[in-house]
């Protein structure tokens, strides 16, 4: 079915259907957000689907991105040749947008707010459609989308990767189709493209920067590339050379961004329960700021560069000290902050499960009052009292479970890099440091999610 061109469309077309509901609704349905496509199903339901699609499956969102299908009419109709500009090289501007989404989802309530969530979605057709037009590649995803970086980073603790079945049909390829794409032999048209994102299948290694777009599946003439089950602590046991990223060890960028997200769901989490609103006006107070937007940039900033520097940078150090190792130290703490990823990750299932389970049933409430506004009297009266899908107990329940599997994850990850950089006998001393910085991860995050949460997206509250 992979191998089927209109694959891909087959799935992103649903998704577009869904996006063109939340942008219709966004702009005309009513203002209040549990009442709205755009209040509901984005920010409860797509993010709910989202990181259990990351935990059981893998990059299924992007695989269905329905922005993407935009880019084949932006490569059509503008010129598409430009190369990405080298002052801004890998994930920085990614990373400077993320940390621009975090704080202005708060800072504006986004997803209070149908109007300006389906603002967003219009932007983000507009965006893909620009930057793919005018660039060469999936400059798009691979330079800039937020949500794209959110799930490369996660999907590094996917059960699935796409790769190639066996490595000598590779060698013994002459056209590698995967990368270059195919063209027709009789008249040298492109007819399917290979990895815009520049990944070889032959050199990939792991999920990062992987759309689940399947183009590379479609163009090996050897049907050598699959969605092929693996053990996730794959990404971490060497430091491979990657197709199209290279060591992870040096990439310091891709190591901002991996500790953006894993300090992120903490931060994500901490502007929905109560002390957040006692610290933030502390901080104003002592700052002498009146506006909000200010002293949460403040917050954004500490939480999301600050604070996770200096934790990494004392984690790296110590590790440093207790091997003795003369390496340097900053592709020391690249490597590591790699493990973290998966405790990261459970805390984003966490906090999005915790908001689709209870709030997954709203969607009936808010069909029901859609159809009625535009004057089809199929399903009756909204049933507002609909909203949870388990009972607080149980969803208390898969948080901690998820918690402490994400530990002990991060803890095995960890482990498999100190060995990796290390050696064997040297290998436990390496990993302590950072064992301990994940469990004050963990500790903060049992914290956070045994605090009362805003019922976001509900009529709860
Ligand atoms: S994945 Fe397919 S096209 Fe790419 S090098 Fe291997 S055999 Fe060739
Ligand atoms: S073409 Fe590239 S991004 Fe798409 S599935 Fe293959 S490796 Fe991933």
């Not at 998704?15 to 920010?43: E, K, M, R």
């Not at 084949?72 to 400077?96: E, V």
């Not at 937020?146 to 603790?157: D, K, L, R, T, W």
């Not at 302590?432 to 469990?439: K, R, S, T």
């Amino acid at each position: 079915m992979l191998n089927w061109k209109h694959a891909r469309t087959v799935i992103q077309l649903p998704l577009l259907a869904i996006a063109a509901l939340i942008v219709l609704d966004g702009f005309i349905g009513p203002s209040n957000a549990p009442d709205n496509f755009a209040g509901v199903l984005p920010w409860v339901h797509w993010r709910g689907f989202v990181v259990l699609a990351l935990l059981v499956f893998g990059n299924l969102f992007c695989m269905g991105c329905p922005f993407m299908l935009v880019r084949r009419p932006a490569k059509r109709w503008l010129p598409a040749r430009w190369n990405w500009p080298a002052w801004i090289p890998g994930k920085w501007l990614a990373i400077a947008l993320l940390i621009v989404f975090f704080w202005s989802y708060e800072a504006f309530d986004l997803w209070a707010s149908p109007w300006w969530t389906a603002w967003v979605a219009v932007g983000y057709f507009g965006a893909a459609f620009a930057v793919d037009g005018l660039f060469k590649g999936a400059a798009f995803c691979k330079h800039l989308c937020p949500i794209g970086q959110f799930h490369f980073v996660n999907s590094m603790a996917s059960p699935f990767e796409v790769k190639v079945r066996e490595y000598t049909t590779c060698q013994s390829c002459t056209t590698k189709d995967c990368i270059a794409g195919r063209h027709d032999p009789a008249t040298g048209r492109l007819v399917q493209s290979g990895c815009e994102l520049y990944l070889f299948q032959q050199r990939k290694a792991g999920n990062l920067d992987c759309t689940f777009c399947l183009d590379c599946i479609q163009a090996c003439p050897h049907d050598n590339v699959g969605i092929i089950a693996r053990n996730p602590l794959d990404e971490f046991r060497r430091d491979a050379n990657r197709s199209g990223i290279g060591k992870l060890s040096e990439r310091l960028d891709y190591a901002l961004l991996a500790l953006v997200l894993v300090f992120g769901s903490l931060l994500n989490a901490f502007g929905m329960v109560g002390p957040v609103f006692r610290f933030e006006r502390w901080l104003a107070g002592v700052l002498g700021l009146e506006s909000e937007p200010a002293v949460l940039a403040l917050v954004f900033i500490a939480g999301l560069v600050v604070m996770p520097a200096g934790l990494v940078v004392c984690a790296g150090w110590t590790s440093h000290l207790l091997t003795r190792s003369t390496r340097p130290l900053l592709p020391l703490i690249s490597r590591f902050s790699f493990g973290l990823v998966p405790l990261g990750f459970a805390m984003w299932v966490a906090h999005y499960g915790f908001h689709f389970f209870t709030g997954a049933l709203t969607v009936v409430p808010v069909t029901q009052a859609f159809l009625l506004d535009i004057g089809i009297d199929l399903l009756g009266e909204p049933r507002r009292e609909l909203a949870a899908l388990l009972s607080q107990s149980m969803i208390d329940m898969i948080e901690l479970i998820v918690l402490q599997l994400g530990l002990l994850a991060t803890l095995a990850a960890t482990y498999v890099i100190s060995r990796d950089t290390f050696g064997r006998p040297r290998a436990l001393r390496g990993a302590l440091p950072w064992a301990v910085l994940a469990l004050l991860i963990f500790i903060a995050a049992n914290w956070l999610m045994a605090q009362p949460m805003e019922m976001r997206g509900t009529f709860l509250s």
